[in-house]
């Protein structure tokens, strides 16, 4: 039903789908190639102001002379005026203090490795779950790309609220609420694009051909000319979706009807006695026949590809699939 109201936005929106999708999409290609490339330059600025002997910290100016303090001096370096610290910001010290032990940078440097290899490969599972790469439809592509950005931002926000830094408890829950939110629409998106994905091809049986006689699953008839032929019964019912291939008949010099029960046998009868009727009514009814020449030796896969009755040859056991 979702693939059917899918089909439906995207035969009635059109070309202005389109140009949103593309713009969307190439937002999103952008935002992912930035945040996959900055973590290691990040990493390696990092570094660099490491070896140089940069920290970061806080820096007092004193009220009398405006001169600027390092904030554990207990007086301003200039006029000798006593610099009083409130409790918020004795307490930062001290946790900026412990954070220069290199038990602690050890445990941040195992955590952020630990965070970029589950960020790493997250983004790429969603990337090939919304199939990012190569969308087959432009509402498709949209979805992606929504689901992508959301993913994004799912990320950063999240990282924001678990990280180490001088932020305050209000800004840290905030950016978890905002983090959650984007998880969920993430999580949506990955659900709307794995129920519309495209349907896999149905196999149906195989077809071979031995000798003067074509074999398919327990159906065996003679051939004079390499060729055969498949009846089948096709139900289309472009509404609610709804598809199906009934297999009827193997032909070749003689035909061999597929073995059906007596109720399914009493509404195919049924089915075909009344084409015109179930037509008006939405639903299409078809007798089909597809007839295939068959070269000796080579196995074909009869497929169900979710519209049509289609007759492949099977993939060589070394080969490429069909």
């Known amino acids: 039903m979702l693939r059917l109201l899918f089909d439906f936005l995207q035969s009635l929106l059109g070309s202005s789908l ?3 999708a593309l713009w969307l999409y190439a937002c999103a290609a952008v935002a992912l190639l930035l945040a996959w490339a900055l973590p290691p330059v990040r990493l390696t600025l990092h570094r660099l102001r490491a070896r140089a002997g940069a920290e970061e910290g806080l820096f007092l100016r004193c009220p009398q ?6 904030p554990g001096d207990p007086q301003c370096l200039s006029c000798g005026r006593a610099l009083h610290l409130p409790l918020f910001l004795r307490i930062r010290l001290r946790f900026d203090a412990a954070k220069r032990h290199p038990w602690v940078r050890w445990a941040r440097l195992l ?13 790429l599972t969603v990337v090939l779950a919304v199939d990012f790469a ?5 509402l498709r592509r949209l979805v992606a790309a929504a689901t992508v950005l959301a993913m994004l931002a799912a990320t950063h926000l999240l990282r924001s609220a678990l ?9 840290k829950l905030t950016h978890a609420f905002l983090g959650l939110s984007c998880l969920g629409f993430t999580l949506a998106g990955l659900v709307l694009s794995t129920a519309t994905a495209p349907a896999e091809p149905l196999l149906i049986g195989e077809l071979r051909l031995e000798g003067r006689m074509v074999r398919f699953n327990e159906l065996a008839v003679p051939v004079p000319d390499d060729s055969v032929t498949l009846e089948y019964l096709q139900l289309d019912h472009p509404v609610l ?16 009807e597929v073995v059906h029960g007596p109720f399914v046998r009493r509404v195919l009868t049924h089915l075909t006695r009344n084409t015109d009727w179930y037509d008006r009514r939405g639903l299409e009814v078809r007798l089909r026949a597809d007839r295939r020449r068959l070269v ?4 074909y896969r009869v497929l169900n590809t979710g519209h049509q009755l289609s007759i492949r040859p099977a ?5 490429p699939a069909a």
């Open 241 to 256: 979706g709804y598809h199906q291939i009934v297999l009827l008949a193997l032909s070749g010099a003689d035909r061999r």
């Open 315 to 319: 993939p060589s056991p070394g080969g």
């Open 134 to 138: 190569s969308p087959s439809s432009d």
């Open 65 to 70: 002379c405006g001169n600027v303090n390092l």
């Open 111 to 123: 955590a952020v490795t630990a965070g970029l290899v589950l960020f790493y490969g997250l983004t």
């Open 18 to 20: 389109r140009t949103v």
């Open 163 to 171: 990280s180490l830094d001088g932020r305050g408890i209000l800004p």
């Open 296 to 299: 000796p030796g080579t196995t």
